[in-house]
């Protein structure tokens, strides 16, 4: 009898403990609304300046600034990056919503639109986080899920009986996934290979943003027509990167472990093709990995010899997991200028956005939500 009242006494105890806390809760989340409300209140202001000076509601650059301002406030509190990063471009997007409600509002359909990427594997994938934070970021009503595929017949027909409205397309189904198509860009049709499915009127169109990402990323750090430039790879990275940058007329060499598969890609697009185990014979200002040495979890890999890599060099990888591979830290050791992996990411991912939903891709927040991620991950 004394021990059960003892219990009893603990329970009420621990409740009232919870109510405490619960009501703490409260308070706070009143509090929080209230300032939420005030700060939509002063971004309504400023609509209404913009409006006056006929100047655009958006502006990625101010909402990036913030997003990266609070992020460095944050450091080492409780609130994980992800999840300040999920809250925050809320907020951001009910500000600019307030400013502009339609503009923020490009496709108010009330069934989202579906995307997904297909691979095997993918539960690595950090396109997911990337395209739902775009999404978030710009109130598109749109969803994007990961299915591992090993089959892509019947990955196809799901994508269309189904009705996504998009696919991003990876390892190993990038070439297989052109049979299963209805169209395809001329880009894409050269490379070979497809990353990027769009439904359009019930047609599925197949695109190639590798390309496209792996320019955009390179050419942040240097010129590329007229540059000597060492691809190593033949696979589908390394095709689609050869492509863009011949289309920009670089000057490309494939280095590749396997003659054959080298020597045909060359064929194919008209390159230059060194074994990689003659590497030192080639001369070259731009150096780009386009295998996967050096990727997680063989972090001490390198596809060159160190004493392959110059100071005048710019060297680039297509790995991005770990964001700073041994490739990349050699060289800047060395002193030469580095284009990271997560760069040609976030810019074959971006395409694809544009691609989708006919809007500006937030590109900041698309790679701050991918570094974010990364960094949780390691
Ligand atoms: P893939 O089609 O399988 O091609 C792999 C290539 O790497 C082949 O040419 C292969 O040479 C070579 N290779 C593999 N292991 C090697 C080793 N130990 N030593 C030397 N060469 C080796 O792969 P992929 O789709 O091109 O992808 C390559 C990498 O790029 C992956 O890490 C992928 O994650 C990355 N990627 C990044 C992005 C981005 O946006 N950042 C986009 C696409 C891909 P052999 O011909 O001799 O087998």
Redesign the pocket.
């Known amino acids: 009898m004394q021990a059960e009242s003892k219990n009893i006494g603990v329970h009420q105890a621990a409740v009232s403990r919870l109510d405490k806390h619960r009501r703490s809760i409260d308070e706070i989340d009143a509090t929080l609304l209230d300032l939420i409300n005030k700060r939509l209140s002063q971004a309504k202001e400023i609509g209404k300046i913009k409006e006056n000076h006929r100047a655009p509601i958006r502006d990625n650059v101010r909402e990036s600034e913030i997003l990266e301002r609070l992020m460095a406030i944050n450091e080492g509190c409780l609130l994980s990056k992800t999840s300040l990063l999920q809250i925050f471009s809320d907020i951001v997007a009910a500000s600019r919503d307030i400013q502009e409600p339609a503009a923020s509002h490009p496709r108010g359909k009330e069934v989202p639109c579906v995307y997904v990427v297909m691979g095997s594997p993918i539960a690595h994938s950090l396109s997911p986080i990337m395209h739902n934070m775009a999404f978030r970021a710009t109130q598109f009503n749109g969803v994007y899920i990961a299915l591992e595929v090993k089959d892509i017949s019947s990955a196809m027909a799901g994508l269309r009986n189904l009705h996504f409205k998009g696919a991003s397309i990876t390892?190993p189904h990038k070439v297989s996934v052109i049979e299963y198509l209805d169209d395809i860009d001329s880009t894409a049709l050269n490379i070979k290979a497809v990353n990027t499915i769009i439904e359009n009127n019930g047609r599925l169109v197949g695109f190639n943003t590798?390309c496209d990402?792996a320019v955009r990323a390179l050419s942040e750090k240097t010129s590329i027509s007229g540059k000597k430039i060492a691809i190593i790879?033949?696979?589908?990275?390394?095709r689609a990167i050869a492509y863009g940058i011949k289309s920009e007329k670089g000057s490309v060499t494939i280095l590749?472990?396997?003659r054959d598969?080298g020597e045909q890609l060359a064929r194919d697009l008209e390159l230059n093709f060194r074994p990689?185990s003659e590497c030192r014979h080639v001369k070259c200002e731009v150096v780009i990995n386009?295998?996967?040495?050096g990727?997680t979890p063989y972090v001490d890999d390198m596809?060159v010899p160190g004493d392959f890599l110059k100071k005048d060099m710019v060297v680039m990888d297509?790995?991005?997991s770990p964001l700073k591979t041994r490739l990349l830290k050699t060289a800047e050791n060395i002193g030469c200028v580095t284009v990271d992996?997560i760069s040609?990411?976030v810019f074959?991912g971006a395409k694809q956005f544009e691609l989708w939903t006919g809007l500006d891709a937030p590109l900041e927040i698309m790679k701050m939500a991918v570094i974010t991620a990364l960094e949780q991950k390691s």
């Open positions: 390892i590798d990402g790879g033949a696979g589908g990275a390394a590749n472990r396997s598969k990689l386009a295998t996967p040495v990727m596809p297509a790995v991005y992996g040609m990411f074959q």
